[in-house]
Structures are given as structure tokens and as C-alpha cells.
């Protein structure tokens, strides 16, 4: 059973940094983590979820919403199974619920979620 487990959220202060983690386990049947790509989303209070960014199963393409881009760097290391969500110049705006989300073709995994809360 596939698992992903978000880490690294928190407090932070306006124009702080926090790097979110995404671990993942229990890939079977040939698919493993290197064959998914792995995107963040983020949800607040009263909004509808937002992708956030996401990353190729090889890590050669990143994208980003406009909201995000210039300040947020998402990579992965398939040796780890892991991905990651550097967030720079934290906003308010960016408070939000930040989960990770594995997908192969129509196939989606989905994190618990993190909260990230930026607030002085």
C-alpha cells in the first residue's frame, strides 16, 4: 500500500523559509517512486485546493503556479523515495494545508498534508 507522509510544516514569520518533505513507500508491482510524477498542493481555510507545483518522475521538468513562482523550488530524489517543497519569502497568503500528491498516468496517491502557517 502506497504511503505518503508530509513533514516540515510550521510557524513561520513573513518573509521566512521553511522545506517541506514528502516520503514515500510501499510502491509494488514494478511501479516504483521514480516512475511517478509528484506534485504539492495546498488548500486554505474557505479556498479551493491549488496545485502548487510539481516535478517529473526524473526530476527534468518543474512547474509552478504563478502564485509560487520565483519563491518555491520543488525537487525529488528518487534514491530517497523522497520529494521536497523549498519555500522562500513566505507570504500570509501562503498559509495553507500542504500535501503531496504521487501520480502515474490516472493513478493518484495522496498525502495526510502539512499545515504551513506564515504569520508574524
Known amino acids: 500500500q502506497v504511503q505518503l507522509v508530509e513533514s516540515g510544516g510550521g510557524l513561520v514569520q513573513p518573509g521566512g523559509s521553511l522545506r517541506l518533505s514528502c516520503a514515500a513507500s510501499?510502491?509494488?508491482?514494478?511501479?516504483?517512486?521514480?516512475?511517478?510524477?509528484m506534485r504539492w498542493h495546498r488548500q486554505a481555510p474557505g479556498k479551493e485546493r491549488e496545485l502548487v507545483a510539481g516535478?517529473?518522475?526524473?526530476?527534468?521538468?518543474?512547474t509552478y503556479s504563478d502564485s509560487v513562482k520565483g519563491r518555491f523550488t520543488i525537487s525529488r530524489d528518487n534514491t530517497k523515495n523522497t520529494a521536497y517543497l523549498q519555500m522562500n519569502s513566505l507570504k500570509p497568503e501562503d498559509t495553507a494545508v500542504y500535501s503531496c500528491?504521487?501520480?502515474?498516468?490516472?493513478?493518484?496517491?495522496w498525502g495526510q498534508g502539512t499545515q504551513v502557517t506564515v504569520s508574524s
Open positions: 500528491n504521487a501520480r502515474r498516468l490516472s493513478t493518484d496517491y
Open positions: 510501499g510502491f509494488t508491482s514494478g511501479f516504483t517512486f521514480s516512475s511517478h510524477a
Open positions: 516535478i517529473s518522475s526524473s526530476g527534468g521538468v518543474t
